[in-house]
T-cell receptor, first 112, second 113 residues
Framework: DTAVSQTPKYLVTQMGNDKSIKCEQNLGHDTMYWYKQDSKKFLKIMFSYNNKELIINETVPNRFSPKSPDKAHLNLHINSLELGDSAVYFCASSQLVVETQYFGPGTRLLVL | DQQVKQNSPSLSVQEGRISILNCDYT??????FLWYKKYPAEGPTFLIS?????DKNEDGRFTVFLNKSAKHLSLHIVPSQPGDSAVYFC????????????FGEGTQLTVNP
């Protein structure tokens, strides 16, 4: 009965590949997010969706494309992976737009 | 520009004592502040929050203090327990930042038995 789940938990892949990370929340929240935690441990927002509509799109390379098939899911697709994409990616959700966010366990991506 | 700063990367305290974690911010439009706790290999979990209309919020052993004039907030944990050992992130949000939470870089708290 995990509130916010992500798959896979670990992802090791070669440079140039395309990969997807899936996120699902069962909290009934309207807003979902993707964060990146880099090697310096900063958590930085990448995207936010509210009711399947993109509301935040930070300065992220267009190789990253979020997709929200419904408000319980927000997937992240990454094309042409680069070494610098190696990081931990966290999905989160909240009921209202500015409110407490609940995080998934993270996906550890390593690009070789 | 780092709008939320946690200047202490680590803090070590004895079990039973008080832990005080500090956070400073620069954006005066922030009006909602949160603390998250993160264990290794897990996502951050919400701990406590405070809105700018208050200067203190308490939840069990955890109290957050907000000093708006100094743009400073702190998290007090009393008494500290070994299970509190984790990385603590301060985060801030405001209407002008939409739904963005701006995080500090985290403080590793170690509570020694």
């Amino acid at each position: 009965d995990t509130a916010v789940s992500q798959t896979p938990k670990y992802l090791v892949t070669q440079m140039g590949n395309d990969k997807s990370i899936k996120c699902e929340q069962n909290l009934g929240h309207d807003t979902m997010y993707w964060y990146k935690q880099d090697s310096k441990k900063f958590l930085k927002i990448m995207f936010s969706y509210n009711n399947k509509e993109l509301i935040i799109n930070e300065t992220v390379p267009n190789r990253f494309s979020p997709k929200s098939p419904d408000k319980a899911h927000l997937n992240l697709h990454i094309n042409s992976l680069e070494l610098g994409d190696s990081a931990v990616y966290f999905c989160a959700s909240s009921q209202l737009v500015v409110e407490t966010q609940y995080f998934g366990p993270g996906t550890r991506l390593l690009v070789l | 520009d780092q709008q939320v700063k946690q200047n202490s990367p680590s803090l070590s305290v004895q079990e039973g004592r008080i832990s005080i974690l500090n956070c400073d911010y620069t954006n005066s439009m922030f009006d909602y502040f949160l603390w998250y706790k993160k264990y290794p290999a897990e996502g951050p979990t919400f701990l406590i929050s405070i809105s700018s209309i208050k200067d203190k919020n308490e939840d069990g052993r955890f109290t957050v203090f907000l000093n708006k004039s100094a743009k400073h907030l702190s998290l007090h944990i009393v008494p500290s327990q070994p299970g509190d050992s984790a990385v603590y992130f301060c985060a801030a949000a405001g209407e002008t930042s939409g739904s963005r939470l701006t995080f500090g870089e985290g403080t590793q708290l170690t509570v020694n038995p």
